[in-house]
C-alpha cells in the first residue's frame, strides 16, 4: 500500500513540476524536491529517481541543469547552476552532495555577494558515482564511470574510470574490470 501511495505521490509532483515548466522526459520518481525557482531551466530524463530534500536551483534565466536517463539523486543533494550542470546517465549522486558551475568573486572593496558570479559548466558523467557528502565544484568534468570518494571536494576534473578522493580530490587510482 505504501508503495502505491508513494507513486501516486510522484505522479502527482510529475503534473505539478511539469505545469510549471520543468522538461520531464518519461517516467521519472520524485519525492519531496524543491526548485526555488527556474523550473523551466530543469530538464528530468526518463528513469530518473529524486529523493527527498533534493534542490535543483537554477540561478538565473541562463541557467541549466539536466539529469540523465536512470540517474539517482540522494537526500539532500543540491545541484546549484548559474549556466550549466549536467548529470551522465546511469549516474549515483550520494546524500549530503553539492554540485555547482559557479564561484563568486572576491575584492576588496566590496562583499562576494555584491559582484559576479564566475561560470564555467559542470559535468558528471555516465555511470559516475559520488559518495556521500561530495562536492564538486566550477569547471570540473568527472569522467565515465569514475568513483568519488565520500567527503571530497572535486576542484579540477577527474579522468574517465578512476577513483578520486580527498581535498582536494585527487586520483587514487584506475578501475579494473
Known sequence: MTRVLYGLA???RIIIYRAAGMHIRG???LRAIEWPRRPRC???EAGAMLDRGVVLLATCDAARIEIGRNVYLNRHTMIDASELVTVGDEAMIGPFCYVTD???TISAEASAADGPLISKPTHLGARCWLGAHVSVLKG???GAGSVVGAGSVVTKSLPAGVIGVGNPARVLRGITS
Do not use: A, G
Open 10 to 12: 510522484s505522479r502527482w
Open 27 to 29: 517516467h521519472v520518481l
Open 42 to 44: 530543469i530538464t528530468l
Open 102 to 104: 559557479h564561484d563568486h
Open 140 to 142: 570540473v568534468t568527472i
